[in-house]
């Protein structure tokens, strides 16, 4: 006879002397460090290699040689590589990304700017593709071939296949233009902008969730009028991917045995599809949410663009035509840090969710 | 008494390669008694024990003139009756308790769902009853296991969660495919031990499913032998070595003995006209 059962021993390693949960997170955070650190190296090579002169970039192409000569030394470009690098790096972990050309502030006081309105919108977007995507992908998975499946696998195409700003523009066109249901472009009407820059304190930067905070409810829908619909075009995209990835990874769950057994036990349809197949699409799908949240955020161009949605995209756009590195670069480090973050989080998320991969 | 009488039973999937037919026209009858059903992959044997459950998914298809489990027609049941009698009254161990157990679930969880949502028992006696049915199936520290994910137990582990799990709303019949087949040779005796004590002490029927001619033999009153969708012959357990049909001597003759002759083993016979 078999005693009870046998526990696993706890992995020997640097966190070894920590609770399981804590040592996940501890050895995520390393590897997180490491990797942004890799990302910095990359940004300091291609801001010497570009053919751009930072010095000549700042002082003009009229300045004299002196002048040349002492922003040089301020920027420490006289100094080895190596130290260039340590100064970089030391500036950038305290938030000093440099200063923009273009803008003539610190690049990480824009991106403080910009970003907020990037964050909410692909936030939103991503919220309406999970809450549309992952039911209509178990719809169609627990239905496959009927004429739910075939609505789901065609809106989903279309989200494919349809170019977004074409999409933004037939939106705007149908449902601001014509039917006046939402607030058009940017982020609030033209009176209320300039009432959020004044009158409300910016804590978060994002409009939906400072004004709540301030109790300002006009200017809170006013915001919600104008999000919806960027937030909807681009929710459509990842909506499609979500749902036929659901639609996937349920129809290879409801084929597996546990399946069975939950139906041999008596259990009710809904349950055997939304509790005990859903569980193990989780697992999977966290990732793939993570990604497409992921691609949001590095914020849209194009759909910032139509919609007038001061975001990091737009941000990062204009400031490359303006041939502006010091901005291009501090935004692709945020951009990198973000993308960094979530997929290290998916990977937390997705451990805690799957007790085999802990 | 018969608790379950099955007459001319068919499986057929419509496949775009054509129509397959898993199941052609068996018929038995089972009342409180251990009847075995043996053959080789493919010879409908699980098919038979899932159709009893009506657990066969489209494209697949049952047919039968007759399926009645204890009064209860199983062919003109609604899915709402035929969940009651799974729930209750039918139950089935499945092969590899690897794949039959939910993996991100805790068996604790498993283990007391149907308990809690069906029978809407609170969650402390719902957990004292799975503590019990763990103890039935002689698991040592089940306050452990049912913490305990399934990739941490055990193959025999498992497989008397599932024993545990299937038995715990004392069922009248009990469906076991292949129970043992996945398990360590060392386990097997040990499940199949559990298994044939909690059977007999509680006096249910059971339909066990296996490949293994001699085990079911040793196993079961009774034996049905099919062979491509069919019964080819029908026996009592303890008169199986005077088997006639060619393809039951088959499948006794192609078992290796110990201290038996070296000789290569036989090969299996399988003529065209069994199947017809």
Redesign the interface.
């Known amino acids: 006879m078999t005693a009870a059962p046998d526990t696993p021993a706890p992995p020997a390693g640097p966190f070894s002397g920590l609770p399981r949960v804590l040592r996940l997170i501890a050895g995520t955070a390393l590897s997180l460090a490491i990797t942004i650190l890799g990302l910095l190296l990359v940004t300091f090579i291609i801001g010497r290699v570009v053919p751009i002169d930072p010095v000549l970039a700042i002082v003009g192409e009229r300045a004299t040689t002196a002048q040349y000569e002492a922003t040089r030394l301020a920027l420490g470009l006289d100094e080895p590589m190596w130290k260039q690098f340590a100064i970089y790096v030391g500036n950038a972990v305290q938030g000093d990304l440099g200063q923009s050309l273009r803008t003539k502030r610190e690049v990480s006081a824009d991106i403080i700017r910009y970003f907020p309105a990037t964050l909410e919108l692909a936030t939103i977007a991503t919220l309406f593709g999970v809450l549309v995507g992952v039911p209509a992908g178990v719809l169609a998975a627990t239905r496959p071939g009927t004429w739910v499946d075939q609505i789901v696998r065609i809106v989903g195409l279309m989200g494919y296949s349809m170019p977004v700003f074409w999409l933004g523009l037939l939106a705007l066109l149908l449902f601001y233009g014509i039917l006046g249901w939402v607030g058009g472009p940017g982020r609030l009407d033209a009176g209320f902008s300039m009432m959020f820059e004044l009158d409300v304190k910016q804590r978060t930067g994002m409009i939906l969730i400072d004004t709540a905070l301030a109790g300002e409810w006009a200017m809170f829908r006013n915001a919600i009028s104008h999000i919806i619909l960027p937030s909807a075009v681009l929710g459509y995209t990842s909506m499609a991917y979500i749902s036929r990835m659901t639609r996937s990874f349920m129809m290879n769950e409801l084929g597996q045995e546990y399946i069975t057994t939950a139906r041999v036990k008596g259990m009710p349809e809904w349950r055997v599809v939304w509790v005990h197949a859903l569980k193990n699409v989780m697992v999977p799908l966290i990732t793939v949410i993570a990604l497409s949240y992921a691609y949001l955020l590095e914020g849209s161009v194009l759909t910032e663009t139509i919609f007038a949605w001061p975001g990091l995209g737009s941000y990062i756009t204009d400031a490359l035509f303006a041939a502006d590195m010091p901005a291009v670069l501090g935004g692709t480090v945020v951009v990198g840090v973000v993308f960094v973050t979530l997929n290290m989080a998916s990977d937390l998320l997705y451990r805690l969710v799957d007790p085999r991969a802990r | 008494m018969t608790l379950l009488s099955v007459k001319d039973l068919r499986v057929t999937f419509d496949t775009e390669a054509g129509r397959v037919e898993a199941v052609r026209g068996v018929s038995f009858s089972l009342g409180r008694e251990r009847l075995g059903i043996v053959g080789e992959s493919g010879s409908g044997k699980t098919m038979t024990g ?1 159709s009893v ?1 009506r ?1 066969i998914r489209p494209p697949g298809r049952i047919e039968a003139t007759e399926m009645v489990f204890d009064g209860t027609d199983l062919m003109a049941a609604s899915e709402r009756e035929m ?6 009254r039918i ?2 161990v ?3 308790p690897k ?7 805790k068996v604790g969880a498993q283990l007391t ?2 308990l809690r ?2 029978d809407g028992m609170s969650a402390k006696a719902a957990h004292g009853k799975a503590i019990e049915a763990l103890e039935a199936v ?1 698991i ?2 089940p306050e ?2 049912m913490e ?2 399934p ?4 193959g ?2 498992g497989q008397r969660v ?1 024993i545990a ?2 038995l715990i709303p004392n069922p009248d019949l009990l469906i076991a495919d292949e129970p043992t087949s996945a398990l360590d040779v060392t386990v097997q005796a ?1 499940v199949l031990s559990i298994l044939d004590g909690l059977v007999r002490d509680r006096g249910m029927g059971l339909i066990f499913i296996s490949h293994d001619l001699r085990l079911v033999g040793r196993f079961c009153d009774r034996v049905l032998v099919m062979y491509k969708g069919r019964v080819v012959e029908e026996l009592e357990a303890k008169n199986l070595m005077q088997a006639e049909h060619p393809y039951t001597r088959g499948l006794l003759n192609c078992l290796p003995r110990i201290g038996g002759s070296r000789a290569p083993l036989p090969g299996l016979d399988r003529a065209a006209e069994w199947a017809e």
Do not use: T
Request: no cysteine; net charge positive; aromatic share 4%.
């Open positions: 899932r459950l657990l969940r009651a009698l799974r729930g209750q139950a089935m499945m092969q590899d794949y039959s157990l939910n993996p991100v679930m769902e149907g949502l069906r002689q040592r520290g452990r296991v305990a994910y990739h941490e137990l055990s025999g582990m599932m799990m299937m040990e």
